[in-house]
Each structure stands twice: as C-alpha cells, then as structure tokens.
C-alpha cells in the first residue's frame, strides 16, 4: 500500500508509524476497521490510519478469472 500523496499527515501517537507521503508500506496486520499495522522501508512498524492509504501499483491481480488463466513460467 502507498501513502497517499496528497493527504495532510497528522502526528500520531508513540504506537503510529511516521509517514511520508508517496512512501510504499507492507501490511502486517489489519487491526481495526480504522487502522492497520504497518512497516516501512526503514523496517520500522507501527499502526496507520487505513484513510490515507492506497493500493500501490501491482497490488491487485485482478486479471486471473480461471485456473487456466495462471501459468508457470518454469
């Protein structure tokens, strides 16, 4: 997930993750229907509002309709 970049980042407590916009971040964990846990490049974890996420490019496969559709490029 990305950081929105036109979001205005509000200090959060000492648990949230320090964010910068346009930043990619990994999901450890959904923890609330208002926050998620995340880490960043940095390695560093901490909870993130889900307001002001979005899916990161590639995010999604949403092109695999069938079993057919996904092959083994071995």
């Known amino acids: ?3 929105d970049p036109n979001t205005n980042i509000k200090k959060g407590s000492g648990k949230d993750l320090h964010l910068t916009r346009g930043e990619v971040l990994d999901i450890i964990q ?3 229907a208002q926050k998620v846990l995340c ?3 940095q ?3 901490g909870y993130v509002p ?3 996420l979005l ?3 590639g995010d ?3 092109d695999v309709d069938r079993p057919e559709d996904i092959y083994d490029n071995d």
Request: zero cysteines; aromatic letters at 14%.
């Open 1 to 3: 997930m990305m950081v």
């Open 30 to 32: 959904f923890t609330s």
């Open 39 to 41: 880490r960043n490049e």
């Open 43 to 45: 390695g560093k974890y």
């Open 50 to 52: 889900r307001s002001v």
């Open 55 to 57: 899916q990161a490019e």
């Open 60 to 62: 999604i496969y949403d």
